[in-house]
């Protein structure tokens, strides 16, 4: 392919940060925009100066001629809307979690087999400098074997207040798969996708159904449409390569006020390299704990952080591989298998046992 890529993004709320990536690309151009919400839309287009503007997905997905689509659709319409564009002929990329079920996800991979269009997940942590550096340190071995994985993503007062995310209708799930999907994600990615044997988890909702600690609202003031899912689940799986991996994932809790924190520790026999990025900042968010001379050293990584990050660096890498048509840094494939564990997570709790992967 050898034309600039036509673009357009579906759902116009983090929508804006794939806008940021085209606009930065100089291997797609975004040419069209959908939104039902008609100011959201008229918004949208002016700000990013984009010319086509549409209130009807299957319009645009005909019309636009597009070589790749961003879904930034509340998640229980992910599945939908990415076979339809895959269908139409256009290269996708979705938002995390891939879709509310494994079986939404797994006719998403067959859609883009089927077309030999590409399905490509939106895991923007992946492309940050620290996270980089840190598979870079693991990949080189010089965390030695890998023994556990610790993984958490802990909001204080951060229920969103927008859109359906109280809705399992809607979102499949509430904190364990909007946050827990980034962590669980990263830290596989991270070790190269071990094998998962068995997963454990015990979910909660106790902040939520009583409009406390929501993100923009006023203690007490409920989400429309009601909040029928988890604002916090604690989880732990066992994996194939001999680590373990416990998570610890919140919408809410008692803590630092408005600490919005995720972090990643990943152990190993000879180091320990720990990702801890608070309130979306970049600044100090690695440690790398070792021994030097016998003695037990940290090493605090003075990363800069040089060029696009995040749904920026995700977009320009996924538009390069289409264009150059190689593999993009992020695959359908992958978003089954988080999809695949956060309904095994989802199973355990609801069961009150541990769940043997693969086997259910
Ligand atoms: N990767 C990340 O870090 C990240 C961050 C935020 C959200 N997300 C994901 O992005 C998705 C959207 O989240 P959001 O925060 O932008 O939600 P949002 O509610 O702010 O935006 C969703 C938009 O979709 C529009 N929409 C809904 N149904 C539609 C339809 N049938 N046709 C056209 N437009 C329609 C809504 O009007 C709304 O503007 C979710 O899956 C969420 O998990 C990912």
Same mark, same amino acid.
């Given at each position: 392919?050898?034309?600039?890529?036509?673009?357009?993004? %579906?759902?116009?709320?983090?929508?804006?940060?794939?806008?940021?990536?085209?606009?930065?690309?100089?291997?797609?151009?975004?040419?069209?925009?959908?939104?039902?919400?008609?100011?959201?839309?008229?918004?949208?287009?002016?700000?990013?100066?984009? *010319?086509?503007?549409?209130?009807?997905?299957?319009?645009?997905?005909?019309?636009?001629?597009?070589?790749?689509?961003?879904?930034?659709?509340?998640?229980?319409?992910?599945?939908?809307?990415?076979?339809?564009?895959?269908?139409?002929?256009?290269?996708?990329?979705?938002?995390? *979690?891939?879709?509310?079920?494994?079986?939404?996800?797994?006719?998403?991979?067959?859609?883009?087999?089927?077309?030999?269009?590409?399905?490509?997940?939106?895991?923007?942590?992946?492309?940050?400098?620290?996270?980089?550096?840190?598979?870079?340190?693991?990949?080189?071995?010089?965390?030695?074997?890998?023994?556990?994985?610790?993984?958490?993503?802990?909001?204080?007062?951060? %229920? *969103?207040?927008?859109?359906?995310?109280?809705?399992?209708?809607?979102?499949?799930?509430?904190?364990?798969?909007? /946050?827990?999907?980034?962590?669980?994600? /990263?830290?596989?990615?991270?070790?190269? &996708?071990?094998?998962?044997?068995?997963?454990?988890?015990?979910?909660?909702?106790?902040?939520?159904? &009583?409009?406390?600690?929501?993100?923009?609202?006023?203690?007490?003031?409920?989400?429309?449409?009601?909040?029928?899912?988890?604002?916090?689940?604690?989880? &732990?799986?066992?994996?194939?390569?001999?680590?373990?991996?416990?998570?610890?994932?919140?919408?809410?809790?008692?803590?630092?006020?408005?600490?919005?924190?995720?972090?990643?520790?990943?152990?190993?026999?000879?180091?320990?390299?720990?990702?801890?990025?608070?309130?979306?900042?970049?600044?100090?968010?690695?440690?790398?704990?070792?021994?030097?001379?016998?003695?037990?050293?940290?090493?605090?990584?003075?990363?800069?952080?040089?060029?696009?990050?995040?749904?920026?660096?995700? %977009?320009?890498?996924?538009?390069?591989?289409?264009?150059?048509?190689?593999?993009?840094?992020?695959?359908?494939?992958?978003?089954?298998?988080?999809?695949?564990?956060?309904?095994?997570?989802?199973?355990?709790?609801?069961?009150?046992?541990?769940?043997? &992967?693969?086997?259910?």
């Amino acid at each position: 392919m050898s034309d600039v890529l036509r673009a357009g993004i %579906i759902g116009l709320g983090v929508g804006k940060a794939h806008a940021k990536g085209y606009t930065t690309s100089t291997d797609a151009d975004l040419v069209a925009v959908c939104d039902t919400n008609a100011e959201r839309l008229q918004q949208f287009a002016d700000e990013w100066n984009v *010319p086509e503007r549409y209130n009807d997905i299957a319009m645009m997905l005909n019309d636009a001629k597009l070589d790749m689509v961003s879904i930034c659709l509340p998640n229980a319409l992910h599945a939908q809307y990415s076979i339809a564009a895959l269908e139409a002929g256009i290269n996708v990329v979705c938002e995390k *979690p891939m879709a509310v079920n494994t079986q939404e996800a797994r006719a998403m991979v067959e859609a883009a087999k089927r077309t030999g269009k590409k399905l490509m997940m939106c895991y923007n942590y992946r492309f940050r400098s620290d996270a980089q550096w840190m598979r870079q340190m693991i990949t080189s071995g010089q965390l030695g074997t890998i023994f556990h994985v610790q993984v958490s993503w802990r909001r204080e007062t951060g %229920i *969103p207040g927008w859109g359906l995310f109280g809705s399992k209708a809607a979102s499949g799930g509430g904190a364990l798969i909007d /946050l827990g999907v980034h962590v669980i994600d /990263l830290a596989l990615w991270l070790m190269d &996708f071990p094998v998962v044997q068995t997963v454990s988890a015990q979910t909660r909702s106790l902040f939520g159904p &009583f409009g406390r600690k929501t993100w923009g609202r006023v203690p007490g003031q409920k989400i429309e449409g009601g909040f029928d899912v988890d604002d916090g689940a604690v989880g &732990f799986m066992r994996l194939g390569n001999g680590a373990s991996m416990a998570m610890n994932i919140t919408w809410a809790e008692h803590g630092q006020p408005q600490e919005d924190a995720y972090r990643v520790e990943v152990q190993g026999t000879e180091g320990t390299a720990v990702l801890n990025v608070r309130n979306y900042k970049n600044d100090d968010s690695l440690r790398f704990y070792t021994e030097m001379a016998g003695q037990p050293v940290t090493v605090i990584p003075g990363l800069r952080f040089d060029g696009p990050q995040g749904h920026e660096a995700l %977009i320009i890498d996924l538009a390069k591989s289409i264009r150059n048509r190689t593999e993009p840094g992020t695959s359908g494939e992958q978003g089954l298998v988080a999809v695949e564990i956060l309904e095994a997570l989802y199973e355990s709790s609801e069961k009150r046992r541990e769940v043997v &992967f693969g086997s259910r």
